[in-house]
């Protein structure tokens, strides 16, 4: 448990009368607000744990002591578990942190803290931030952008599926037949030519069984539906997924609720009225409070913790979903979540992200959530975090089939089980129209196109072969290897310029050469006027010259800021007991050491391989020099 909470616990557990929140605030020398965000929190894990009133607060002690109980299991326990708690410890704190505290909070000595802080220094280190300990206080040093790559990190690696699988899914939400309710989604969809694809799926899926839990529990809303609007296909789609799980599930479903779920199905599908659904759709069924609240949860995330969520799909979701929370709310109805224990044990990070929109709620509100309230939020947030990182991570590719029974979902599933690993299937059209209105990295059609798309396709039999796997198979990887020389030639751009790149036709020495280029780099601002002694000294450790070419670079990479000169000489420079023609000075500030790691490794892939150094020295210039390069990566 954090030890400001713990600190706050223990003294209104000591006091007979109501304290204010700036005795708190004194306490933990902390900002009043700050004190009103933890008290948040904790009555967000716990409901009526602590009584606000004008006068200040008190603890309820009848909840306190099952409350330190249950805080008591939940601590981490592996040195994994408690590097990652002192990791976001650390990026939360507001100042250093007291060792003996941590070391309270956690249950453990500080011999074993500080083996503990060896692993989070390392970590750090990993994204350019630095462990600062003076006497008994830590606290992490480094630029904010560093700190705001760790926490994504943290976020990230805490996704890994936990919110896209469905039979995980399943294990939490017993008792809801899982399986019947994607049945009919899947059905409704298809007999309406409607695609999805299987993440969207998954939250229509989840949609449906709070909704089914919200009924079964007695919570319904209505909501008139226009008559014009019920004509349209999605809400002809709810209503007909409406019907078939009012019989399953003996719920009533309202005419707000089928117009919730066609919503959600027009931001979830694709048809050949295709992205039709604009932000004022929304703004009519949420209404402008519920969409400002909303945009004031994610301005918050931006700034607490560096979640940037711009995803229209993702504001759709998560707006109906807020908008039935604070009816929730407002109607005093508490709504299970089976996922709760799940996402708490598993994602403590973007669960605590979740408690934080849970107080921007209250404060805008007036309204305190539940824990299953909470892990409902973390389920979105996680939601968009891990579609992020696929859609990073693999190539995005939309599929043209023409509707004929249920053969594009065989096709589908082909394409998943083949290729799952390096592709994101976003949309299935059956009409090549639709084509116009994707953004995606390939076309898979199983049918002749009429136009050349701008988009690069593959062309497939419907019954998908062996020979068309090996096409789909060789377009990814020839996408792959473009993204790879994307990235390269953007990290050379990052770097250097053709203010930074010069090229000699008369013999040279090392040192006339370092010292030429070094002054080059101090005048334009990159190096200070220490760099060429920093780079001589790198130099004489150990020759960074391999081949006909030579990497120079300062032992520290502490330079103003990044850069990359590049010196090409035909005649050749005496570098030592070699004679190379390419030199490239590195200037590295400590932001960028991964990103100078990740441009050297590259540029020694070029250089070692046979042929290449006599092919980069026919560059005319600066651009024809990169383009070689990447030519050759």
Not at 63 to 76: E, R, S, V, Y
Not at 163 to 184: A, H, N, Q
Not at 407 to 424: A, M, P, R, S
Request: charged letters at 25%; aromatic letters at 10%; hydrophobic letters at 40%.
């Amino acid at each position: 448990m954090n030890h400001k909470y713990r600190k706050i616990l223990r003294h209104l557990s000591t006091q007979q009368d109501w304290t204010s929140s700036a005795q708190l605030a004194n306490l933990l020398g902390i900002s009043k607000r700050s004190v009103k965000t933890y008290i948040a929190e904790l009555n967000s894990m716990e409901v009526g744990l602590i009584t606000s009133s004008k006068k200040g607060y008190q603890v309820d002690l009848e909840k306190l002591n099952p409350f330190l109980k249950m805080m008591t299991q939940a601590i981490p326990q592996s040195p994994k578990e408690r590097a990652e708690y002192l990791l976001k410890s650390l990026v939360n704190a507001e100042g250093p942190l007291n060792i003996f505290d941590l070391s309270d909070e956690l249950y453990i000595s500080e011999v074993t803290l500080k083996g503990d802080l060896r692993k989070v220094k390392k970590r750090l280190a990993d994204h350019n931030l630095e462990l600062k300990i003076s006497g008994d206080f830590i606290e992490m040093v480094g630029q904010e952008k560093s700190k705001r790559k760790l926490m994504s990190s943290i976020l990230y690696s805490e996704t890994n599926d936990h919110f896209l699988d469905i039979d995980k899914l399943k294990s939490s939400f017993e008792g809801y037949d899982i399986d019947f309710i994607r049945d009919v989604v899947a059905e409704v969809f298809s007999t309406y030519h409607y695609f999805t694809n299987d993440y969207s799926l998954t939250n229509i899926i989840v949609h449906i069984a709070i909704a089914i839990d919200r009924m079964e529990n007695g919570f319904v809303f209505s909501q008139q539906m226009d008559r014009e609007a019920s004509q349209e296909k999605e809400y002809k789609m709810a209503n007909e997924m409406a019907k078939r799980l009012e019989v399953r599930f003996g719920v009533k479903y309202s005419e707000g609720e089928v117009r919730d779920l066609a919503l959600l199905i027009s931001s979830s599908g694709t048809s050949v009225n295709f992205m039709h659904l604009q932000l004022s759709d929304l703004q009519d069924v949420a209404g402008v409070r519920c969409l400002n609240l909303v945009k004031k949860m994610l301005d918050d995330l931006r700034t607490n913790y560096y979640i940037v969520i711009e995803d229209t799909d993702f504001l759709v979701r998560f707006t109906l979903h807020i908008k039935n929370l604070i009816m929730r709310l407002e109607n005093h109805f508490v709504s299970k979540n089976p996922l709760t224990s799940t996402i708490k044990l598993n994602c403590p990070s973007i669960y605590d992200c979740a408690v934080h929109v849970s107080y921007t709620i209250k404060e805008e509100t007036g309204f305190t959530m539940n824990d299953d309230e909470i892990a409902y939020i973390a389920f979105h947030l996680g939601y968009a975090l891990e579609m992020q990182k696929q859609a990073h991570s693999k190539i995005t590719c939309s599929i043209l089939f023409p509707f004929y029974y249920n053969y594009n979902v065989q096709l589908t599933d082909k394409l998943v089980k083949q290729f799952g690993e390096d592709i994101l299937i976003q949309h299935i059209v059956t009409n090549e129209v639709d084509l116009n209105a994707v953004n995606c990295d390939l076309i898979i059609s199983a049918v002749q196109l009429n136009a050349v798309p701008k988009i690069p396709y593959v062309l497939i039999n419907p019954l998908f072969t062996n020979a068309d796997q090996n096409k789909v198979a060789n377009i990814i990887n020839e996408l792959k290897d473009t993204r790879r020389k994307d990235s390269f030639k953007r990290n050379l751009g990052a770097i250097s310029g053709e203010q930074l790149f010069e090229m000699v036709d008369s013999a040279g020495t090392r040192e006339d050469t370092l010292i030429r280029i070094c002054e080059i780099m101090e005048q334009k601002g990159f190096v200070d006027s220490s760099f060429f002694t920093n780079v001589v000294e790198r130099e004489a450790m150990s020759s960074t010259a391999f081949g006909r070419i030579a990497i120079p670079h300062a032992i520290k990479m502490n330079a103003k800021k990044t850069g990359m000169f590049v010196l090409v000489n035909e005649k050749g420079i005496e570098w030592g007991d070699l004679m190379v023609n390419v030199v490239l000075l590195f200037a590295v500030s400590k932001d960028d050491r991964r990103l100078f790691h990740e441009v050297v490794d590259a540029l020694a892939a070029i250089f070692t391989e046979d042929g290449n150094v006599s092919r980069i020295m026919d560059a005319e210039d600066y651009k024809s020099f990169v383009d070689l390069l990447v030519e050759c990566y």
